[in-house]
């Protein structure tokens, strides 16, 4: 399927929880509305902060509403021929098949812009983000601040019951009772991970 005639590319705007990556997106999109593109915007149906609602609108009157899915090939199917910006937040949630669909897009003239974390609470690659931030023109990586220290954040600490939770956990914690906090390099706490690098020698 050929989407247009227009260059495509991808962006992807990455980082840490509470970093600004949703904020950047709607500033993206919002200013696509400016410009008079046609735009579509994708949440994963696993983020549910904006309570199912999310919409983002210009002050001349434009609006988009985020489409909620659950994978994909969902994504793929949701996608208008005359779209020209496709917009998709909360990206880590999704599957691997979101780099072949991003690419189609791009190929056939779309501009795509990919928002997500691209670490899970252990600092590994989340979900496809290293695959779509390899294959981006574009990458931007926001910090947030460390609330231990102040310093910039780019780690996602998960507690439980307010202590570091063990890297052992699922990554996608399904109504847990886990909460999150931006953290540094320095700050972030992954217990079994820890133990681990202090037997390799590698801890200070
Ligand atoms: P993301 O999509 O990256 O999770 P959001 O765009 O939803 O981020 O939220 C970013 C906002 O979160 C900031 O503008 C700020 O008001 C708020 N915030 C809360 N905690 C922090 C923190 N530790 N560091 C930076 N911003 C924070
Ligand atoms: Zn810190």
């Given at each position: 399927?050929?989407y247009?005639?227009a260059?495509?590319?991808?962006?992807?705007?990455?980082?840490?929880?509470?970093?600004?990556?949703?904020?950047?997106?709607?500033?993206r999109?919002?200013?696509?509305?400016?410009?008079?593109?046609?735009?579509?915007?994708?949440?994963?149906?696993?983020?549910?902060?904006?309570?199912?609602?999310?919409q983002i609108?210009?002050?001349?009157?434009r609006?988009?509403?985020?489409e909620?899915?659950?994978?994909?090939v969902?994504?793929?199917?949701?996608?208008?021929?005359?779209?020209?910006?496709?917009?998709?937040?909360?990206?880590?949630?999704?599957?691997?098949?979101?780099?072949e669909?991003?690419?189609?897009?791009?190929?056939?003239?779309?501009?795509?812009i990919v928002?997500?974390?691209?670490?899970?609470?252990?600092g590994?690659?989340?979900?496809?983000?290293?695959?779509?931030?390899?294959?981006?023109?574009?990458?931007?990586?926001?910090?947030a601040?460390?609330?231990?220290?102040?310093d910039?954040?780019?780690?996602n600490?998960?507690?439980?019951?307010?202590?570091?939770?063990?890297?052992?956990?699922?990554?996608?914690?399904?109504?847990?009772?886990?909460?999150?906090?931006?953290r540094?390099?320095?700050?972030?706490?992954?217990?079994?991970?820890?133990?681990?690098?202090?037997?390799?020698?590698?801890?200070?």
């Amino acid at each position: 399927m050929r989407y247009g005639t227009a260059h495509g590319w991808i962006e992807v705007v990455a980082g840490v929880m509470f970093s600004g990556k949703s904020e950047e997106l709607i500033r993206r999109v919002r200013r696509a509305l400016i410009a008079g593109r046609r735009v579509q915007l994708f949440k994963s149906h696993l983020d549910d902060r904006y309570g199912g609602q999310f919409q983002i609108s210009s002050h001349d009157g434009r609006r988009v509403d985020a489409e909620p899915v659950s994978n994909s090939v969902q994504l793929a199917e949701r996608v208008h021929a005359e779209t020209q910006v496709v917009a998709v937040d909360e990206a880590q949630f999704l599957d691997d098949g979101i780099c072949e669909v991003v690419e189609a897009l791009a190929d056939g003239g779309m501009r795509v812009i990919v928002a997500g974390t691209d670490m899970d609470f252990r600092g590994e690659p989340f979900g496809p983000m290293g695959l779509l931030l390899a294959r981006a023109e574009r990458i931007d990586k926001l910090s947030a601040i460390c609330v231990v220290c102040g310093d910039p954040a780019t780690k996602n600490q998960r507690l439980i019951d307010g202590k570091p939770a063990p890297a052992e956990g699922p990554t996608i914690q399904v109504g847990g009772a886990e909460s999150y906090e931006a953290r540094c390099r320095r700050c972030h706490e992954v217990p079994k991970r820890d133990r681990a690098q202090g037997e390799l020698g590698l801890l200070r």
